[in-house]
């Protein structure tokens, strides 16, 4: 393959007419800004950034010394580029507008700065997740209710992976392209072009350790998957769960299959636990742009319209046939139960 940046590749894109000048120099930056939390991560204990940084999230959960740099360095990255109205993170409550002394652009970033946090002390791959939304027309003063907008909305989404090497995963909506950081000249290269995920799979990826809080369609779903090739899939499949969201998603757009995270009834308040937003609406751009599909069990992710920031979600991602079987039981389901209610 030739050698081909990532600045190039925008470029080029841009004098395609696939992108302005804004969201290249946000892409830009926000490759930047990983860059900067791809060291961070590979010093490990060396740099003194492992443990908890003694700290809670939103959402209830302890925030990792590694979630607050990472952050800190996507908010300070971005603040002053004028390409950003406002950003949006898992660490804080409320969106963050861009600060007066800078100018405002017409973009909305939504980020989980560190997926997978808990991984971080075992010195297991993690990653940072991105989505970017227009701000809608006329807005002078972004606010939370204008980031819920439907994946569909989404103009960019990509990951960086932060494994054995640091990957850009990216789409700006012309399919899924993957760069690969050159650490000793600090560039992200194109290494795969136009990834695609394999329509078919024998590869699940879930916390079999819920499995006693799931819903009954999900129970049978899983049961028919474990049958093997004498079950009615007629099929024997492998598993794999590495606890970091972005790094099974990167399985899973190598060589295909599916990832899950559903409903349980662990915790009745909570209909999922990832969140809709900044990692299931971006892997679903991501995945859908590499020929896979992602839902909720019952209807496309990326139609879901949100009604909050920090909203979660059950999903479902990866090859296509299987997303598409996950979610026919889940609909025959429901179509039961509602005929039994007749
Ligand atoms: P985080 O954003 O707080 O790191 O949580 C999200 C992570 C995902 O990366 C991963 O798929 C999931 O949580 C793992 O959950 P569990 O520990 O329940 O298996
Ligand atoms: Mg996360």
């Given at each position: ?6 600045t190039r ?12 000048a ?8 926000v ?5 900067t939390?791809?060291?961070a991560?590979?010093?490990?204990a ?6 908890e940084a ?6 209830g959960e302890?925030q990792?010394k ?10 300070e ?9 406002a ?9 963050h ?11 909305l ?21 991105f ?11 972004a606010?939370?209710?204008?980031f819920?907008?439907p994946g569909?909305?989404q103009?960019?989404?990509g990951?960086c992976?932060?494994g ?5 995963v990216?789409?700006?909506g012309n ?9 000793e000249m ?6 795969q072009?136009e990834?695609r995920?394999?329509a078919?799979?024998?590869?699940f990826?879930?916390?079999m350790?819920?499995?006693?809080h799931?819903?009954?369609p999900m ?7 474990l049958a093997?090739?004498t079950?009615p899939r ?6 794999r769960?590495?606890?970091?969201m ?12 599916i990832?899950i ?5 662990k915790?009745p ?12 609406n ?8 590499a020929?896979?599909?992602s839902?909720n069990?019952?209807?496309r992710?990326?139609e879901i319209?949100p009604?909050q ?10 090859s296509r ?11 025959a389901?429901?179509a ?5 209610v007749?």
């Amino acid at each position: 393959m030739q050698n081909i940046s990532l600045t190039r590749y925008l470029i080029e894109e841009q004098r395609e007419d696939r992108i302005g000048a804004d969201l290249r120099l946000l892409i830009e930056v926000v490759a930047r800004a990983c860059k900067t939390i791809s060291v961070a991560v590979g010093k490990g204990a060396l740099g003194g950034v492992l443990g908890e940084a003694g700290s809670g999230n939103i959402q209830g959960e302890a925030q990792k010394k590694l979630d607050v740099i990472a952050n800190d360095v996507l908010l300070e990255a971005n603040a002053w580029g004028g390409h950003l109205a406002a950003c949006a993170s898992e660490e804080m409550d409320h969106c963050h507008p861009i600060p007066d002394v800078y100018p405002r652009g017409n973009y909305l970033l939504l980020f989980d700065p560190l997926d997978g946090s808990s991984n971080i002390d075992v010195n297991v791959s993690v990653g940072t997740i991105f989505s970017v939304l227009r701000c809608p027309e006329g807005v002078t003063q972004a606010a939370d209710e204008h980031f819920l907008q439907p994946g569909t909305e989404q103009v960019s989404a990509g990951y960086c992976i932060y494994g054995p090497s640091t990957m850009l995963v990216l789409t700006i909506g012309n399919g899924t392209h993957a760069f690969t950081l050159d650490r000793e000249m600090g560039s992200f290269m194109l290494t795969q072009r136009e990834m695609r995920v394999p329509a078919a799979t024998k590869e699940f990826a879930i916390n079999m350790s819920n499995q006693r809080h799931w819903e009954a369609p999900m129970q049978d779903y899983v049961r028919d998957l474990l049958a093997g090739e004498t079950g009615p899939r007629g099929k024997n499949f492998n598993m794999r769960w590495i606890a970091s969201m972005v790094a099974d998603v990167h399985r899973i757009l190598t060589r295909g299959g599916i990832f899950i995270y559903p409903w349980d009834r662990k915790d009745p308040t909570k209909v999922g636990k990832l969140r809709l937003m900044y990692e299931a609406n971006p892997m679903s751009l991501l995945i859908e742009q590499a020929g896979g599909a992602s839902s909720n069990g019952r209807m496309r992710m990326m139609e879901i319209v949100p009604t909050q920031l920090h909203q979660r979600v059950p999903v479902f991602l990866g090859s296509r046939e299987e997303v598409a079987k996950a979610t026919e039981y889940h609909l025959a389901h429901d179509a039961k139960a509602t005929s039994a209610v007749a």
